[in-house]
């Protein structure tokens, strides 16, 4: 099994206007965060067959798949589906996420899970990306 954790964060001075497209609009305005100690979940577990299944505690949500290639365009679970086709595994797997921030709250669950997500994808299929890499495919 892969852990991945990534905590969230309270915007100081700047807001939002770090995420994209904002930071494009607006010129790489400086913005002031703190990460907190609510964190972001993301296992992994590998599967002896090429199904996909994927649960997200927060929402309730739980959808399976039969491959990467089945995946759809459009899913509530979208965020993670996206990074799936993103790291394309050649194996199946399980994938429970879940997040100590409440959703909605503003504090940023869904980056945090999105980072956490892109480290056990990225050590589960062993592509090397480094942490900035891996921080520019989050972003997009």
Not at 6 to 21: E, K, S, V
Not at 75 to 95: E, M, Q, S, V
Request: charged share 20%.
């Amino acid at each position: 099994m892969i852990k991945s954790t990534a905590p969230t964060r309270i915007d100081l001075a700047g807001g939002t206007l770090d995420i994209w497209p904002l930071y494009l609009r607006f010129g790489n305005p400086p913005t002031l965060n703190a990460a907190i100690s609510l964190y972001a979940t993301v296992e992994l577990t590998p599967r002896n067959d090429r199904k996909i299944f994927v649960e997200s505690k927060d929402l309730p949500c739980q959808a399976k798949f039969n491959s990467i290639a089945s995946l759809p365009e459009r899913h509530p679970l979208d965020l993670i589906l996206k990074t799936l086709k993103y790291y394309k595994p050649k194996r199946g797997l399980n994938i429970v996420t879940s997040s100590e921030a409440p959703p909605g709250s503003g504090i940023g669950g869904s980056s945090a899970l999105n980072i956490a997500l892109h480290g056990a994808l990225n050590a589960f299929t062993k592509k090397g990306l480094g942490k900035k890499q891996m921080l520019e495919a989050a972003m997009n």
